[in-house]
């Protein structure tokens, strides 16, 4: 069964800095693509970065500049670094892992368990 497991969140302040990690129990390789999502009380799961197998990344415009996701195939562990966060950047933060086929259609997809990013003001 694969597992991603996210650590690294916790209260920070304005302004703060975090860094989230997502351990991968499968061989990402350079064939999986990874991501960040986040989900605030009551609200819609959101995009927040996501990092291609060779490496191109995307991010929420909310966060650009900001963020930084980031990964090591060989410790099969992608990073989002948080920095000068904000009180709505407060949400349960997921790791995801997919793979697609070359019509771009998902193949598998993986889903961590989250954990929580509180910014105080």
């Known amino acids: 069964q694969v597992q991603l497991v996210e650590s690294g969140g916790g209260l920070v302040q304005a302004g703060g800095s975090v860094r989230l990690s997502c351990a991968a129990s499968l061989n990402i390789g350079s064939i999986y693509d990874m991501g960040w999502y986040r989900q605030a009380p009551g609200k819609q799961r959101d995009l927040v970065a996501t990092?291609?197998?060779?490496?191109?990344?995307h991010y929420a415009d909310s966060v650009k500049g900001r963020f930084t996701i980031s990964r090591d195939n060989a410790k099969n562990t992608v990073y989002l670094q948080m920095n000068s966060l904000k009180p709505e950047d407060t949400a349960v933060y997921y790791c995801n892992a997919n793979r697609q086929n070359g019509l771009g259609e998902v193949l598998y997809a993986y889903w961590g368990q989250g954990t929580q990013v509180t910014v105080s003001s």
């Open positions: 990092i291609t197998g060779e490496g191109s990344t």
